[in-house]
């Protein structure tokens, strides 16, 4: 607001005191909300109905009043500002003392232009000014105003608002926490009155101490309040001195919603953590805990017989929060999102498949998922795989699906597809197989059966993905993951240390799938008989060698050489890079193109390595003997 000390001093003062009446001098900091030009009488306009911080101008254009005592003190008891005397009634002369002697009985300042302005001008220039002041405490209000709405939007601390009342203000601003020490000397002899502004006795005070001058202000709606202390060396004027109670008001707005975000926050990652524990016991196959902890989260997700698996690839780690409020937007609560534990740009989305949902149901592939995934997969970077349904028992293979079918998404126009069949070798084997995977898997029979399942499903992960991912997958460490595997393929026969006993125990589990499946009388179907050796099932499957041959078209001469060599190192590129006389990070590039080509991932262990291998196998171009069969063989020698 304007105050007479705007009007009466600086470098351009517009009034001064008339030195007559120099007994009764206006406050400095007494503010002027209003001007207006009295009558002949020196009464106010009728329209004028409230005169304080009002600014009286007498015109000189008629003759005072003879008695003007009576109108001083008239204005004075209305509580004008001030008078200011222009024109004829300004100069020296009877009628001045006259005013002059009133103005003192009635306790009024009586002031008069610096210059020999009329009354209409004095107006003028005393509203320009106002208006000004007016503009600059909405501009402060506004700027205050702006800067709360960013830091709410980026989710900012107070230190920025703190640090602009400083500068708006030309004062020292510190938020004074409860029980916190105020770290002012000022305010060490006063601590009950900020006491009481902690406890909420007082919202707001004001004292002076040692020439410094303090405004306290309580920050939120319930106490112990944080303190908003400003201190300037000068005295504050009326118009900055809104500012820190705006100011604090602003603060208890921004303080609510940071502790409504902050608990919003830990209930996601609670949330995000449950999800997590949920996947982890249904990669594990323990799908009655895990419908009992997804019922109150998703309802209904879990309890249909089998479900999909897709698996969503953002541009970076830190898009995987919107991207899973992305896809519960697309797909609603029919679906269980997780942040993968195993990939952190990876998202998993678990569906339900209810029997009856063909391949293309929904109109389009998986469910129609496919189709509810593409607008979430639209940004650069992003890709959607969709595996084929299946039971929940078996949700890590549903996993795999989504993963292969990753790696084909994103090469695809609109950046998802969907795999609705099996592995391109299990898909073609003969029936006979099933007895060689019953012999090769037998030993694990004779383990606890929950140990062999614990076993089981946590080398079926790690062959697929390695011990690392595994670990995160099913919440182990990776020495355990590890461990695990090594145990369940010493108990069939095979050495963990070598790509192709992992990719015959791998086939063997994909094999003892089928075992599961019921066939016509409900229970599963168990072929009896002396088990058939490996290679000569693969000899024999003319469709697994027309599949191969189809799997590795993408692929020139030179590359099949390369992929046959580095099998042959145990896919340990440390060790093939030398023997083909490249760098490793060459045969990694060379290996990331040959996984593009074929939708198979070979720069990390697991299930596209398998694929990649038994391919090789079936036409020809690995050896047979680079297989050790246990069921025909005998367990591996140590």
């Known amino acids: 607001m304007l105050t007479m000390d705007d009007l009466t001093t600086g470098e351009n003062p517009m009034l001064r005191p008339v030195e007559a009446a120099a007994g009764v001098r206006p406050r400095p900091g007494r503010a002027v909300e209003q001007v207006e030009v009295c009558d002949g009488g020196w009464r106010l306009p009728g329209s004028v109905t409230r005169a304080r911080d009002l600014l009286v101008v007498v015109p000189g254009d ?115 926490a409860p029980g916190a020490p105020a770290g002012w000397e000022v305010l060490d002899g006063h601590r009950h009155l900020l006491a009481q502004v902690h406890g909420g006795r007082m919202h707001t005070a004001a004292l002076s101490a040692e020439g410094r001058h303090v405004l306290l202000h309580a920050v939120g709606s319930a106490p112990p309040h944080p303190v908003l202390a400003a201190v300037r060396t000068e005295p504050w004027p009326r118009r900055l001195r ?10 208890g707005l921004l303080h609510r919603p940071a502790e409504r975000r902050e608990a919003e926050r830990r209930l996601w990652h609670t949330e995000m953590t449950l999800k997590v524990s949920i996947l982890q016991y249904l990669m594990v196959g323990g799908v009655a805990a895990a419908v009992r902890a997804a019922e109150p989260l998703a309802p209904g997700v879990l309890t249909a017989d089998s479900g999909r698996v897709a698996v969503v690839e953002c541009a970076s780690p830190g898009d995987r929060p919107a991207v899973v409020r992305e896809c519960e937007k697309a797909l609603g609560r029919r679906s269980l999102v997780v942040l993968c534990p195993a990939v952190d740009r990876h998202v998993i989305v678990i569906l339900p498949h209810r029997t009856g949902d063909g391949p293309g149901a929904g109109g389009g592939g998986g469910d129609g998922t496919a189709e509810l995934l593409a607008p979430v997969v639209r940004a650069s970077g992003m890709a959607a795989g969709i595996g084929s349904p299946g039971p929940w028992y078996r949700t890590a293979h549903c996993y795999d699906s989504a993963v292969r079918a990753l790696a084909a998404a994103r090469r695809a126009p609109r950046r998802t597809a969907v795999e609705e069949g099996g592995s391109p070798l299990v898909a073609f084997l003969p029936e006979a197989a099933r007895r060689w995977a019953e012999a090769l898997l037998g030993p694990l029979d004779g383990l606890p059966r929950e140990q062999r399942d614990q076993l089981v499903h946590t080398a079926r992960l790690t062959l697929s993905y390695g011990a690392a991912s595994t670990a995160r997958l099913v919440g182990v460490d990776r020495t355990t993951a590890g461990k695990r595997l090594a145990l369940v393929m010493r108990q069939v026969g095979l050495g963990r240390a070598r790509l192709a006993d992992r990719a015959v125990l791998d086939l063997a589990f994909q094999l003892g799938d089928r075992l599961r499946a019921p ?94 291998l038994w391919a090789l196998l079936l036409t020809g171009e690995l050896p047979p003997e680079a297989v050790h069969d246990p069921v025909a063989d005998g367990p591996r020698p140590a």
């Open 62 to 176: 008629v003759p005072p009043p003879d008695d003007p005592a009576a109108a001083l003190r008239g204005l004075a008891e209305r509580g004008v500002t001030a008078v200011v005397l222009t024109g004829p009634a300004a100069a020296p002369g009877p009628g001045r003392d006259r005013a002059v002697a009133a103005a003192r009985a009635a306790g009024l300042p009586l002031l008069e232009p610096v210059l020999p302005y009329g009354a209409a001008e004095v107006q003028a220039r005393v509203l320009h000014r106002l208006a000004g002041v007016l503009r600059e405490g909405v501009g402060q209000r506004d700027r205050l105003l702006r800067l709360t709405a960013r830091l709410d939007r980026h989710d900012e601390g107070p230190g920025r608002l703190l640090r602009h009342l400083e500068d708006e203000c030309g004062a020292e601003v510190r938020l004074i």
């Open 242 to 251: 809104t500012l820190p109670a705006l100011a604090a008001g602003q603060l």
């Open 519 to 612: 066939g016509p009388s409900g229970v599963p179907e168990v072929s009896g008989g002396r088990p058939p050796h490996l290679c000569a099932l693969l000899a024999r499957s003319d469709e697994a060698r027309q599949e191969a041959e189809r799997f590795l078209a993408p692929l020139d001469a030179a590359t099949r050489a390369l992929l046959v060599r580095w099998i042959a190192a145990d896919g340990v590129i440390g060790r093939a890079a030398p023997a083909l006389g490249m760098h490793r990070n060459s045969l990694s590039q060379r290996l990331e193109r040959a996984g593009a080509l074929v939708g198979r991932v070979l720069t990390q262990p697991g299930g596209g390595c398998h694929d990649l």
